[in-house]
């Protein structure tokens, strides 16, 4: 871990920020904590591989959620012929139907929104939700750095990091969840 990781804050700790937003909106405990309007359809989560997927899991798990899936969006990306397939040639998998039904797709890092963008696209290709809420444990928030009109309806932190600096979720052997700072390439 390089000295510029330290400043980073604690996934796990963000993880806990996010899921306590998430179960205040989709599951609260009483009338004053309902930030949304209720929710008739039923709630399926989605990861975007990897750390969307990762973070999808254990949301699913803590929050009791049985609807869940994982998207692979690189087939939609506007840069998948310079980009390729990523090495881990993970599949989408979405074991339910998407029709009416309200989706919470998670990711790990929002910066550009062209994989948010690229994952909606995947989602449609199974079917027609009735609505999509946007999770991510990190919100880039560099000036002109959103190339694409997408927001998180769930957010544990606003970061600013240059451009030079990629924000990498990566998940221990023990499951647990750290933060660590790349080059861009």
Known sequence: MTSQNTLLPDAETLYLTLREQIRRAYFPTSEQEHTHAPHSKPLAIVGIYRGGAWL??????DLNIEASGFINAAFHRDD?????????????TLPFDVNEREILLVDDVLYTGRTVRAAINEIFDFGRPTR???AVLVNRIEAGARQLPYCANFSASDLIFPATQTLVLQQQHDGRLALTLEPTT
Do not use: D, F, V
């Not at 999808?56 to 798990?61: F, H, N, V």
């Not at 998948?80 to 989408?92: D, P, V």
């Open 56 to 61: 999808a899991q254990r949301l699913a798990e």
């Open 132 to 134: 999509i809420t946007l």
């Open 80 to 92: 998948y012929a310079h980009k390729g397939l990523s090495a881990s040639n993970q599949t989408t």
